[in-house]
């Protein structure tokens, strides 16, 4: 087992000249550790992820892992002796081999039966060993993930890289195999980047999270300090719901409609947004707060959401109890719990 | 919860193909299937005027015409209505032998059709045992042939579609008041038409380029004509220009084709895909469903084959046969195998998704336009001025003529063979290859595999059918080739259809029975292989379609 990271520095990829796919990303990834690569559709996701196995090349910036130059510089390792484990959005099974002989593909050395014992161990970690001699298209959908998972393990990769792995399948089974797939993926000791456009999936999964938008990342940290910490609208948008609104920088306090939030490292009357996720949003009992009409009431899980229209026009979303009786047409008052609310640069 | 409401991409954005990247082959493999037609034209238009067209366009010119149309038309429809009807029974009823017949209705395609001409002018003529029926001969007699041997163009393409087509259009006929006939004419033949006009396409583009049928039937179509300008007068000029006449009607006829292809493909995209339960025939129906599909078989193969095998016991054996033998097989495994790989080299060009590969693609496609007569006419032009060219260079340096190299040799044929049956080469190989996708290398090399390795690990396995297609498929065409090879062939060499050709024309039908029945033989084992695989891989194709509809909802969409 390795200690060393992957080193992504500065990485840019362009596809036609002027447009960049990708730009100026910065990105480690540790051994040990799930990064999951957020992003929307377009974003540059995927092309990180062929840039850093090795089927895109660099067109500046570096890859590298512990101290080998991977990428750039002039320089371009194959694919095939990078030792990066990849599992593809459509799987990419090999039609013509059972799944047993598509886990042995990629193991290299040692005898036939010893390939075939490293298979059967591989499919075992994904609980497949009575599927070792279907076909790919014998398989079902999640069969098919899991073959693809062992067979990308199977050579023992430096780095496990999953575009999109659960994108095919349906909810249920959706959250079944991210279960298996994280646990192989510990048990592996790798580092792994797992590639995903849906928010929730990449806060299951991750140990950190990378924020990627327009070709670039924007954010890197652990699930939970993105959600309530965003470093900009965008971030924040990705990661989930919440309200933005813009406000002025007044004795080092932001203020807004729903009260004051301390707005440190901003100069004085600059204008600055802040960002509320629903959960911020508070319905008060009290008679203090902004005045607000609740347009709708959808019970959600252990709680309901509020759409409500606020005094300028807008329309905002909050959060509440499965215990609170507002129903449309209410009037309520609103405050706001700074915990869930962040000052960002206009 | 997703991030962004944008359309959901199964794809990467730009999908980078990996493999063999043969462009640059594929461009000359489609000027090799071009040339020959260029030459034409420019025989046509350049050549030296005798009086013989002008004597031609007096007299026969019209007959010739008139015959090409009359047995282009007859064989349409004898074929459109045989093979549309077999394959839908075939494709949406379950009777006795249904698994059998599904491949077996493919077979006469292994039958060359002046093979069947003769064995059916022998039994309907004066001396026949079927005398009590017309005798097949002329326009009709020939266009009857030409659909008995060539239905299963119509037949494999139709029950693709019937098969394919989603149950739900009949159904819903059915729920808006139709009978079952007329929910097939108003709601499934409609949505097969294109299928159905697209094998039509092909055996009316066979028809035109027969030489042997006509000339047996006595039904002298442009193609005799040609031949005649050619053997007859040795003009190349002349036999240009009718070529020329010959390719303008299969052009109107290919473009046609390509048309209803085109529209094949929007109608095919849409509603969901449900692949229809065959519905159970009763046991009367379902005798009657057995007999009706062993009829083609019967005509188109059976009987005539029969016939031959009954003459050929009865006659002496064909002198040079097995040297005939040997070199039919010779010149059709070589063409197969040339065809293959030049197959396979359009695939991988197409697969770049370069618009230069698409190109080359449609020219090379253009070849089945072009009968085989006019390829070798084409190449003999192309090649005479090539050697002309060498002769002045070569007399320049050493004062004598430049040896005889290239008219008239096998390279000539083989070359001649490229243009016209390359296109067939290039369908199979294309589909056979659609199953590598490009993530599939990527997963190969991420796996640790040099490009090589991918090619003979992954690659290979998974074209190398799709490729013995390609292969076989023009090995059957070649074998059942005369006109080019009759034009084309070096001096004493023969072919098994050179040699039945001969004795027929000589009105010794029992000398050339043997050969004819040796050549049906010997294709015979291709051709049961290939409508066997065809059959499978459809069958399979939509299994998976229906099954991953199934998984994912897709269907609906």
Known sequence: MTTQSLQVDGAEVRFSPGTAAIRDVRLTLTPGKVTALLGPSGSGKSTLLRAIAGLERLHGGMIGFGGEAWSGQGAHLAPEKRRCGVVFQDYALFPHLTAEKNVAFGLRSGSRREKQTAAMEGLARVELTHRAHAYPHELSGGEQQRVALARALAPRPAVMLLDEPFSGLDRRLRAELRETTIAALRAAGTAALIVTHDADEAMAVADEIALMASGTIIQTGAPDRLYLEPVSETAARLLGDMEAFDATVAAGEALTALGALPAPGFAEGAKVRVLVRPEGIVVSGGPDGLEAEVLNRRPSGGHVKLDLRLPDGRTAQARAAITDTHASGDRVRLTMDPRFARVVAF | ?557
């Not at chain 2, 077979?107 to 005398?131: E, N, Q, R, V």
């Not at chain 2, 030409?146 to 393409?157: A, D, E, I």
């Open chain 2, 1 to 557: 919860m997703a991030v962004s409401d944008a359309p959901y991409r199964a794809s990467p954005p730009r999908a980078r193909r990996a493999g063999p990247n043969p462009v640059w082959l594929a461009v000359a493999g489609a000027v090799i299937c071009a040339a020959p037609l260029i030459a034409v034209a420019a025989l046509a238009v350049f050549g030296g005027w005798t009086d013989y067209f002008e004597h031609i366009a007096r007299t026969r010119l019209t007959t010739y015409v008139v015959n090409t149309l009359l047995v282009g038309a007859t064989a349409a429809v004898i074929a459109g209505a045989g093979g549309t009807l077999a394959a839908w029974m075939v494709a949406r009823y379950r009777f006795f032998g249904r698994g059998a017949y599904e491949w077996l209705l493919a077979l006469p395609l292994a039958m060359p059709a002046y093979a069947a001409a003769y064995g059916w002018y022998d039994l309907t003529s004066a001396a026949g045992p079927l005398s009590f029926l017309p005798t097949v001969r002329g326009p009709f007699g020939a266009g009857l042939i030409f659909g008995l041997t060539f239905y299963p163009y119509v037949y494999l393409l139709a029950r693709e579609a019937f098969a394919g087509q989603s149950v739900e259009a009949y159904d819903a006929a059915r729920t808006l008041g139709c009978g079952p006939r007329s929910a097939f004419t108003r709601a499934a033949l409609p949505l097969a038409r294109p299928a159905i006009a697209a094998g039509l396409a092909l055996v009316v583009m066979e028809a035109l380029a027969d030489f042997g049928t006509v000339v047996h039937l006595g039904a002298p179509t442009l193609s005799v004509g040609l031949m005649r300008a050619w053997a007859g007068e040795g003009s190349l000029p002349d036999a240009a220009r009718l070529a020329l006449i010959l390719v303008s009607i299969a052009f109107v006829i290919f473009f046609l084709e390509r048309l209803m292809r085109r529209r094949a493909r929007q109608s095919a995209s849409s509603g969901r895909r449900r692949p229809p339960q065959r519905v159970a025939l009763s046991a009367p129906l379902s005798a009657l469903a057995a007999i009706l599909c062993a009829v083609p078989i019967l005509a188109g193969l059976v009987i005539p084959l029969a016939r031959l095998g009954w003459r050929a016991m009865h006659a002496p054996v064909a002198r040079g046969l097995g040297e005939a033998a040997w070199n039919t097989v010779l010149l059709s495994g070589l063409s197969g195998m040339i065809a293959a790989g030049l197959g396979l080299s359009f695939a991988y060009a197409l697969r770049t998704r370069r618009r230069r590969a698409a190109f080359a693609a449609r020219l090379a496609g253009l070849g089945y336009a072009v009968p085989g007569a006019v390829a070798a006419v084409g190449v003999l032009g192309l090649l005479g001025w090539v050697q002309g060219g060498l002769d002045d260079v070569w007399r320049a340096a050493t004062g004598g003529p430049f040896p005889v190299l290239l008219t008239g040799g096998i390279i000539a044929l083989v070359f001649a063979y490229q243009s016209r049956f390359v296109a067939a080469a290039i369908g199979p190989s294309e589909s056979a290859l659609s199953r590598v996708t490009p993530t599939l290398d990527h997963a190969a090399r991420s796996l640790g595999a040099k490009p090589m390795e991918v090619a003979w690990r992954v690659h290979w396995p998974l074209i190398s059918s799709g490729a013995a297609l390609a292969g076989l498929l023009v090995f059957v065409e070649v074998m059942k080739e005369l006109p080019a090879t009759m034009i084309l062939r070096p001096f004493n060499f023969n072919t098994l259809a050179v040699t039945a050709h001969n004795y027929a024309h000589d009105e010794r039908l029992g000398e050339a029975a043997l050969p004819a029945l040796v050549l049906v033989l010997i294709a015979l084992g291709p051709m049961i292989w290939i409508a066997r695989r065809i059959t499978r891989t459809e069958a399979a194709r939509r299994e998976a379609e229906a099954d991953l509809a199934e998984r994912t909802g897709a269907g609906w969409q």
